[in-house]
């Protein structure tokens, strides 16, 4: 048997390709958009693509199943509830998908979404029926579960109890050796409090998993409704798309664009989005630029903060971003990528453009300030979750996928010190904050981290 896993960092998104190694024929589980990885592993092995595995409809990614069946010739297989606008093989309890010597057997698991399926998968080369690994999808992930809310609140109260049965009755009787093989891992927001490990057992997750600790349905209930992240809002869009079929995956040309091309297309309604460090974008920006840096998170905030619609000028730290920053977006069904500010803030301070900039505070320069500032207002963007482990004393918590819509909470007349846990995500902060009128923003380099690191006091914390 060949396995290979292949991982999004950011967007925590895990595929899998699976071979036989006596036929040489493979199959892909829950593929991303981009897919000529895949190709170019299975051209390498010399592997025949026979199938093309999902395991449900998924929220946080656009999905290439479609495109690589077609590309391949492969059998596109989903869930038989999945209800594709297109032509695929459903799947029901039960049924047997053949790699050679695997035997790929679907199990019915609805709970993280309602048409949700794991697919088992025996070696018969090693054992006749025993079980050698599961693809756990969105239900069963390491250190947590999927979340069944994705989809709506009422419907999340009705697929709980469904989840609680799939993963005990079904997924939890696997013997405890059965390699546990997510869809989501650290860093989606599909589960809360994802390990950082990407992979694990039945019988570990049996054990150390905070989930399957839940004595009963009920208490499980109450733990997988309660303490999720929020919901990112790209996540209503991609399930219909996905059920559509999305255009296939097609890399976005290089397109250059002079400072006055980008002042003119801005002016138009286009969003300049800056995607250097925050201490870049906070010496010199653009003015009324969004910036979110080109880290593994980028396309998470992009699509949350952004909608899918609105055309996109980039500012680079360098030329040379545009594929990794376009690739990134297209997997979340962000195409409306215009061009890029051609060598970067340079060429736009060069021709003497308007520039606006946000200070950049050190958490001793904060811890100063709230001292002779009683006006300031000090902003925590961080997770619900971070901030129950302990905040700044005195600070105000508003999730930045929240803040546009609670902008009304803060005084446009008052400064706005905005931390997170780093710098990064405050940065995108202060830059809807200027958009929406405030004049007086400060970031805070470092975050909660250097905080803590400074010895200062964290409100908020058992103790203290």
């Not at 396995?3 to 006596?22: I, K, N």
């Not at 999945?82 to 053949?98: C, I, P």
Request: a neutral charge; one cysteine or more; hydrophobic letters at 40%.
């Amino acid at each position: 048997m060949y396995l290979q896993q292949l991982f999004v960092e950011g967007l925590g998104h895990a595929s899998y390709l699976l071979a036989s190694d006596q036929t040489r024929e493979a199959a892909v589980v829950d593929p991303r958009r981009d897919i000529d990885t895949y190709l170019v592993q299975a051209r390498r092995q010399g592997f025949q693509m026979r199938y093309v595995v999902e395991t449900h409809v998924h929220n946080d990614f656009v999905s290439g199943a479609r495109h690589l069946a077609q590309c391949t010739g492969a059998e596109h297989v989903a869930p038989a509830q999945a209800e594709l606008h297109y032509a695929y093989r459903g799947v029901r309890e039960g049924d047997e998908l053949r790699l050679g010597e695997l035997v790929v057997r679907a199990l019915a698991t609805p709970g993280h979404t309602p048409e949700h399926v794991t697919y088992v998968v025996v070696d018969t080369a090693r054992a006749e029926q025993e079980p050698v690994l599961a693809f756990t999808g969105g239900d069963l992930l390491v250190g947590s579960v999927g979340r069944p809310d994705l989809l709506g609140e009422e419907l999340g109260r009705q697929l709980a109890p469904r989840l609680y049965e799939s993963l005990h009755q079904k997924i939890l009787r696997l013997p405890d050796y059965v390699l546990v093989l997510p869809t989501h891992g650290a860093g989606s927001l599909c589960g809360r409090g994802i390990a950082g490990a990407r992979c694990s057992t039945i019988g570990y997750e049996r054990h150390f998993n905070p989930a399957l600790q839940q004595k009963t349905s009920e208490a499980f209930v109450r733990w997988v409704l309660g303490g999720s992240p929020g919901i990112p809002t790209y996540y209503q869009r991609l399930r219909p798309l996905n059920q559509a079929g999305a255009a296939p995956f097609r890399a976005f040309a290089p397109r250059p664009l002079p400072p006055l091309e980008v002042q003119r297309l801005a002016r138009q309604g286009a969003l300049v989005l800056d995607a250097r460090h925050p201490a870049a974008f906070g010496g010199a920006h653009i003015p009324g630029a969004l910036n979110v840096w080109l880290g593994p998170m980028f396309q998470t905030w992009v699509g949350w903060l952004v909608p899918h619609d609105i055309p996109l000028v980039f500012v680079f730290e360098r030329d040379e971003d545009w594929p990794e920053a376009t690739t990134m977006l297209a997997r979340i069904g962000h195409e409306r990528c215009v061009g890029y500010l051609q060598l970067g803030m340079s060429t736009w301070q060069q021709q003497g453009l308007p520039l606006d900039h946000v200070p950049q505070l050190s958490v001793q320069q904060l811890e100063e300030l709230i001292g002779r500032e009683p006006a300031l207002q000090l902003l925590d963007v961080r997770m619900d979750s971070e901030w129950q482990a302990g905040y700044v004393p005195g600070a105000k918590h508003v999730m930045l996928g929240d803040l546009p819509a609670r902008l009304g909470e803060l005084d446009r007349g008052r400064s706005v010190a905005a931390y997170c846990g780093s710098g990064n995500r405050s940065s995108t902060a202060t830059a809807l904050l200027k958009r929406h009128g405030f004049t007086t923003v400060f970031n805070v380099l470092g975050g909660m981290a250097a905080w803590r690191a400074a010895g200062y006091e964290a409100a908020g914390v058992s103790g203290q």
